[in-house]
């Protein structure tokens, strides 16, 4: 594969991302040859349906059925893998073309979130590359950026909006007042949420692109297990609209974060403060900060979705083949990679939302403030807006910087009080540069 | 230089990002070694004064009063060069570490605004690498961004804020309502601002990281001469708080646009509307929006200067060249680059911000619309605050998109009515994604 000689590439799946990224390759090959140095050249594809359009032309390329015999009989140096899903045809398939001495470039968080570690091994042992620029935060060049523009950097702490549905969900509760039931509904009529959506409205989509993030950031093994997962279904507009009165924004954020007491990984509805950039983040636009030693804070905001700029960071890995580019999977070298200590749950520091539901009667404030007292949680604001006496008002505190172990403590005793109603609805607050 | 061996390292200049840059070599050695696959080993240094502390041991290490002869003579495979300026000392270091088969890395935008050319195009003749990361938006890894990142798409717009000094006096102006001067002397008192301001408040620096950002956006030779320049001297805090009203920010922007007229490239303060990304970038910030047709805008936002921020940029360039990463200069090789036609300035379209100092009587503003009806410039909006018949007032318009050329007539013809007393102020209205 010397300097001129074409690249040749077969892609596996073509829904809207892989068609995305034939037509790109097709479309823009005088560009792409001047920058990758060499042309690249589509020689095989494998989809379910022969007939069906895909936007370019497809006469003069190899037509596999079955994308695993693509992977191992392709004329081709690279396996570009948009099937999708963390095992079957997916996971078959990049095994295969590693173990036909091909290339891959994937946009497949989840398989990377489940099995990054041992394709890496097997990737790096064989020299060959392993690529998955798309498969977090889509268009925008966080991988590269992490692992190459941030190389000279300790990195601390890495978070972001990394699914554009919950983000979409979240913005327009905020402009409109409306519930989550509703506005998911209305999502989904879009085609903006999927039919089932709990993989992202749970936070499993963002789970898996925080674990390769964090991964990438922190030079260690993939640790899906690990990662805390909460979604966004038990955000209320309520909720959102004391965040809005407070200073803050509820954002679904992925935050790895290495300590002293160890990693932390959580993908967790969060309030960040209004002025920070990744507060003004709305609609399907995804965001990641990473804050490194010698950089500070560094911010980068696209498209996370959709089939062009998903085609645009695929075809960024293929132009980084072309050039010779050769970047360790996760950082450093995968037969070096470890799993960093977990940090205990109860040991994360954070401060905190919590919204109540109480009867209002004089002393309820006494028995709340003193439980948090009795933890050490010190409160910074308390708010009750509107008196109903006998009947449930909302209290809102916010708290500092505290150990969740000591909040959570409190709260079982504050969710103990007979004056409290409702199981208390708690909002980490983030300090976001 | 296989992949294992010490990459040997000499750094010419050891002024605050110098001796930063060293502190990062020798202070995160292991870190660095496992991202570069390689140790990077400081070799030599060059400075002015041998006796002045810089952070870091400089025992072990070949002293060089002559930077032209360190990057002759040092045991180096790179040499870094962070000497700054256009000419002289710096350029010279460059030639003499080319001449001589080392690659070269540099923070120095002047040089490269006015030699990069040149220099690229020896350095690919000799197979060297010669690398700026640092040269542009300090801390944010944008060259590595839109040359690989964005690498599939093609650009049609580059814009930014590329001087921290011109950021941090428009912020404090709009916070504090006070004047350009006033302001200027309280951030030259903090050391923000230079002794002598004019290389930054005049716009020039921000114009030497443009020249080098568009010819990586564009793949075309640097063209400084064509670019139009303008400072901030001239914002007055009569226009940032009508800016407010309108609902914009003033910033002093880089725009680099390429349509079928021709390349435009211009520094100058523009109008964005506050709910866009780089409408809240404050401070001493940095921040890029590049346009593509894949991406869509993707957005970057960092510190753009100080010691850290460019060390970090100017190592993640030394692991590059440890990796054996190797991309043309500018984004295509550069024996092929030609410069783009540029755009003529009176074809250059946009929105304007006009404001007139006219006196209150009658008839006035008819006379003004009619001048701007003549050139077929459309009004989008007018306001008068306050009356004070037969005295001066201001009125601000904002007209809809229309040519330069077309703005530029209208406006003659409106200054030399008797009623304007004052030159008209004019801003252009950027519609940032």
């Known amino acids: 594969m010397s300097a001129g000689q074409p690249l040749k590439l077969a892609i596996a799946g073509l829904g809207t991302v892989g068609a995305a990224t034939g037509a790109l390759i097709r479309g823009q ?59 079957g045809a997916a996971r078959a398939t990049v095994e295969a073309a590693l173990a036909a001495k091909r290339h891959v470039v994937t946009a497949n968080k989840a398989l990377l979130a489940h099995h990054g570690n041992a394709l890496a091994r097997t990737a790096e042992a064989a020299g060959l590359v392993l690529a998955y620029e798309a498969a977090v935060a889509g268009g925008i060049p966080i991988i590269k950026a992490v692992r190459e523009g941030l190389a000279a950097n300790d990195l601390t702490r890495v978070y972001g909006i990394l699914n554009g549905t919950c983000n979409y969900i ?39 692109k925080l674990a390769i ?26 909720d959102i609209a004391y965040a809005d009165e407070l ?46 030693d010698a950089v500070g804070m560094s911010f980068y905001q696209g498209r996370g979705a959709g089939a062009g700029p998903t085609a645009s960071a695929v075809v960024a890995d293929l132009i980084d083949i072309a050039r010779g580019h050769r ?7 995968a037969a070096s990679l470890k799993k960093l200590p977990a940090a205990p749950s109860e040991r994360h520091r954070g401060a905190f939302y919590i919204r109540l539901m109480v009867v209002d009667r004089p002393g309820v404030i006494a028995d709340v403030a003193a439980a948090l ?39 079982e005793r504050i969710g103990r009080l007979d004056a409290v109603v409702e199981p208390p609805r708690v909002i980490r607050i983030i300090e976001a540069l």
Request: aromatic residues 6%; hydrophobic residues 50%; negative net charge.
């Open 170 to 208: 979240l913005t327009t509760m905020r402009e409109s007042g409306r519930e989550f039931a509703d506005v998911l509904a209305e999502a989904q009529k879009l085609g903006y949420a999927e039919a089932d959506p709990s993989f992202d409205v749970d936070g499993v989509d963002a789970a898996h």
């Open 373 to 411: 007292r009795d933890e050490s949680v010190s409160l910074e604001s308390m708010l009750q807006r509107g008196r109903d006496p006998g009947a449930a008002v909302a209290v809102v505190l916010t708290t500092h910087e505290t150990e969740e172990g000591a909040m959570k403590r409190a709260l």
């Open 327 to 333: 970047v360790a999977t996760f950082n450093q070298p």
């Open 213 to 238: 993030l964090a991964a990438v950031a922190f030079g260690a093994a993939i640790d899906f297990p690990a990662l805390r997962i909460e979604g966004i279904r038990h955000v209320s507009a309520a």
């Open 29 to 87: 090959a005088d560009l792409l040859m001047w920058r990758a140095g060499r042309p690249l050249v589509l020689r095989a594809v494998s989809a379910r349906d022969r007939a069906k359009p895909r936007g370019f032309a497809l006469e003069d390329v190899a037509w596999f059925a079955d994308p695993v015999a693509m992977a191992r009989e392709a004329d081709a140096d690279v396996i570009v893998e948009l099937i999708g899903g963390a095992d």
């Open 247 to 292: 200073g803050y924004r509820i954002k679904l954020l992925g935050i790895a974060h290495r300590s002293s007491i160890g990693l932390e990984q959580r993908v967790q509805p969060c309030m960040v403060p209004v002025g920070s950039p990744i507060a003004q983040v709305d609609g399907v636009f995804n965001a990641v900060v990473a804050e490194g």
